[in-house]
């Protein structure tokens, strides 16, 4: 069985950090394509953050190119995403998922696994 469990959500001021974990099981991390993605009240869920597999790299949303990146440790079996500079904007609910592939899509459909998701709330 498939557990994806994220940490690290809170509450904090704009220009703070807060670095997020996704703790995989049942699931092999290194294997295949992850990502953060987040969700406001009233939008359509969004891709943050994607990290392939093998050298192909990583995919960064405009909104957080620069202050976020997006890390995975194989020993671990573990995902990151460290967020620096937080705005206001970045408020959500942050989501952790995985592909069963190693190539990356920004459509949430394209995930199969899915955390139960993390709150990020950042005031001004």
């Known amino acids: 069985q498939v557990q994806l469990v994220e940490s690290g959500g809170g509450s904090v001021q704009a220009g703070g950090s807060l670095r997020l974990s996704c703790a995989a099981s049942?699931?092999?991390?290194?294997?295949?394509?992850m990502g953060w993605f987040r969700q406001a009240p009233g939008k359509e869920r969004e891709a943050v953050a994607l990290i392939y597999t093998g050298a192909a790299g990583t995919y960064y949303a405009d909104s957080v190119k620069g202050r976020f990146t997006i890390s995975r440790d194989n020993a671990k079996n573990t995902l990151y995403l460290q967020m620096n500079n937080l705005k206001p904007e970045d408020t959500a609910m942050y989501y952790c998922?995985?592909?069963?592939?190693?190539?990356?899509?920004?459509?949430?459909?394209?995930?199969?696994?899915w955390g139960q998701g993390t709150q990020v709330t950042v005031s001004s």
């Open positions: 998922a995985g592909r069963t592939e190693g190539y990356c899509y920004r459509s949430p459909t394209m995930f199969t696994y």
């Open positions: 049942g699931y092999t991390a290194s294997s295949n394509c």
